[in-house]
């Protein structure tokens, strides 16, 4: 053990030598001292002067009663508080430290770094916890007082130290197998087209950028397959095999914590009175679902004159096809969506490269998006230390997020950008993170967070909508000339929906079915089998070979892994419609929405400046209100937004005679005819693609 400790110390020490003064370390020792060093805070706080008629009683209640009697002095609860806040902003730095050290260089070091800070800020949480169930506070008068005792007392808990560890292994464990998933081929193999030459050395891909930029821009069925395939084998089964202890025990806390499962858990941040959020969108999706229909038959028609023979015309479509690696997407198959073809696209990507964009370049033009705005720029050190660009060196998480350290203002992005139009949108989304942190960086910790976790998603994208119109790019030399021609417009409309429409039914069925799964309504036998049945019955699409029970699918995507909700991409990706609908009459903006550009509109941002400096501190309906004047989810918006191109797909796809929908419901059928056609092509694929076995 020492030897291996000194081993970890040398590593740890050959690391910093290219990380450089950027590298943090997380302070274990003060993480260590939080359960002795304030283990009796409260009657500390309680006891410290008696000759208060007040205090005396409070401390008599502490020293002398058991826990259930409980304390009703406000005055106390807010002093606590104030020095609980004081801890978890400093809990909080700690923890985001080892989180970070963690998913830029993902060593075994940092990784049982990241897994012992976990189980510290746990055991801290025990005492906060403990000390904050003596108070009556679901009869204080205070309504801020009561919402902050609320949401720190909610949340699952573990009883047992030995399942908190075993957690804190697994959660560790997935998200290290999906960080480090590589598609590899031995010398020598050959790819699944026959124009490629075979490997002279063993090559792996990542995710990050090889695999995706494979799947992204290939229009070889094959090609796409083998990544679709390979990426599945080097993640998923692996992922299986944890996942359903991950599940047993997240459920196990819910259940120490008062809820049925950790699916109720999730859904209690979004304050719908008896657990109603599911019953909420999916009326919300199906107010939604024609327009994806819409577009589901157009690209269906679409990529079965790409692939001629392997798409099925009037039903569910292979889901390797769509130009992303979950088909959540479809943006990067634009040029075979395009409507018109002979009309000039809507992408920078060239013009940045020819201008000699680089990744520091694109995130200095988002942050001046903001700054027109009135908001603020990026404090100094998001600077020196986020991560832009991907290094060469170690191994990360390339996954853009944004990181909010909750002391100092200090926020982060983690990205591997690439120069290109589709990145330029992602920074804006991930700093549009970073502003909302900014803007309620002075409330209670408890309360730095979105309105509804949809929020922080929308915020972002909400910028972004403006970001790609022809206006903004022409305002920053990225367009010559704006074309507004009914052609121009739809192909302009077409590009965005394959990113916005197109999501809808992904955003929605990733968490309809873990909220099954933590059920136990889907039993881990049927993992698979039933996330294909949701994609089929949700988007309309089936896999592109024959799934077994031994596959597990959902952990190729990184939330599944991460442990992280999904719905709240659904919920943003319908109310970021109707935030850009208010901020554009904010700005006095007049014609179609989709046209709407509100950079450089002080107007618009102080309206969005308002609502994020809520934070979490009302409810998402109060906040939602400050900002639109309503207090629901509106997909009015959405539908407002994308009403030229609607108009269009009705008519192409009525005079082309498409079935809107996949009239199939189960996903035996689909799977049947795809066995047929793998049996007629066995000896060619045997003989030809040796990849497939």
């Known amino acids: 053990m020492l030897r291996q400790n000194n081993l970890a110390i040398v590593f740890l020490l050959l690391s910093l030598v290219y990380l450089g003064s950027s590298y943090q370390f997380p302070d274990i020792e003060y993480l260590k001292s939080l359960p002795e060093k304030y283990d009796s805070l409260l009657k500390e706080l309680a006891c410290k002067d008696l000759t208060k008629r007040s205090q005396l009683v409070n401390c008599e209640i502490l020293m002398l009663s058991d826990d259930d009697t409980l304390l009703t002095d406000e005055d106390l609860a807010l002093e606590w508080l104030e020095q609980i806040n004081a801890i978890e902003v400093e809990k909080s730095y700690q923890g985001s430290i080892a989180g970070w050290n963690y998913a830029t260089n993902m060593t075994d070091y940092n990784q049982e770094v990241k897994a012992n800070v976990s189980y510290l800020k746990a055991a801290w949480g025990t005492i906060k916890t403990k000390q904050g169930r003596r108070f009556d506070w679901q009869n204080f008068k205070n309504p801020t007082l009561y919402r902050i005792f609320n949401f720190m007392l909610r949340g699952g808990k573990f009883d047992d130290s030995k399942q908190r560890e075993r957690y804190n292994y697994v959660s560790t464990e997935m998200i290290d197998i999906y960080g480090k998933g590589q598609v590899c081929r031995p010398k020598g193999e050959k790819y699944p087209t026959k124009e490629m030459k075979p490997t002279t050395k063993k090559e792996c891909l990542t995710l990050e950028p090889e695999l995706e930029d494979i799947i992204a821009n290939s229009r070889d069925y094959d090609e796409n397959l083998w990544v679709w395939k390979g990426w599945r084998d080097a993640v998923g089964r692996k992922i299986g095999e944890l996942y359903p202890d991950w599940v047993e025990l997240k459920n196990v806390a819910a259940s120490n914590g008062g809820y049925a499962d950790e699916g109720q858990l999730w859904r209690e941040l979004y304050e719908i009175p008896n657990d109603g959020l599911e019953e909420m969108v999916d009326a919300l999706y199906e107010e939604v679902k024609p327009m994806y229909k819409q577009l589901h038959a157009f690209i269906r028609r679409r990529l079965a004159e790409q692939y001629p023979g392997r798409v099925n015309r009037y039903g569910p479509i292979p889901a390797h096809l769509f130009g992303n690696m979950w088909a959540q997407q479809w943006n990067n198959i634009y040029d075979i969506a395009k409507p018109f073809r002979d009309v000039d696209e809507i992408d920078v990507t060239e013009v940045m490269v020819e201008q000699k964009y680089n990744h520091t370049h694109m995130f200095r033009i988002a942050e001046r998006f903001f700054v027109s705005l009135g908001m603020d720029p990026m404090p100094d050190n998001f600077w020196k230390y986020s991560m832009l660009v991907k290094p060469n060196d170690r191994e990360v998480v390339c996954h853009g997020s944004a990181h909010n350290f909750m002391k100092d203002r200090e926020v982060r992005i983690k990205m591997c950008t690439e120069v290109d139009m589709e990145d330029l949108y992602t920074i804006h989304h991930e700093m549009g993170h970073c502003e909302y942190y900014l803007q309620y960086s002075d409330l209670p910790v408890i309360f730095r967070s979105g309105a509804n976790p949809g929020f922080h998603e929308a915020v972002g994208d909400t910028i972004a909508l403006s970001v790609v119109t022809p206006n903004y790019l022409h305002k920053i030399n990225l367009m010559d000339t704006i074309t507004r021609s009914k052609e121009a417009t739809i192909n302009y409309q077409m590009k965005i929906a394959l990113s916005k429409i197109a999501f809808l039914p992904f955003g929605l069925m990733i968490d309809k079915w873990r909220w099954q799964v933590f059920r136990g309504n889907i039993k881990p036998e049927d993992y698979n089998d039933k996330w294909w049945e949701y994609r089929l019955k949700y988007q309309g699409l089936v896999p592109p070979i024959a799934r077994s029970s031994k596959d597990f699918d959902p952990g190729a995507k ?133 990849w497939w076995y």
């Open 558 to 690: 990184y939330h599944i892994p991460s442990g992280t909700p999904y719905i709240r991409y659904f919920v943003s990706f319908l109310i970021q419609f109707q935030f850009h609908r208010s901020l554009c009459k904010e700005a006095g903006f007049e014609g179609p929405l989709h046209e709407c550009n509100i950079y450089e509109s002080k107007e618009a941002g102080n309206a969005l400046k308002e609502m994020l400096s809520y934070g979490m501190s009302q409810p998402w309906t109060d906040t939602l209100e400050v900002l639109t004047g309503k207090r629901k989810i509106d997909s009015s918006a959405i539908k407002e937004y994308f009403a030229p191109l609607m108009e269009w797909l009705e008519k192409e796809n009525a005079q082309n005679n498409e079935q809107i929908g996949w009239g199939m419901n189960k996903i035996e059928d689909e799977l049947e005819l795809l066995a047929e056609k793998l049996w007629e092509d066995e000896y060619q694929y045997n003989e030809e693609r040796e």
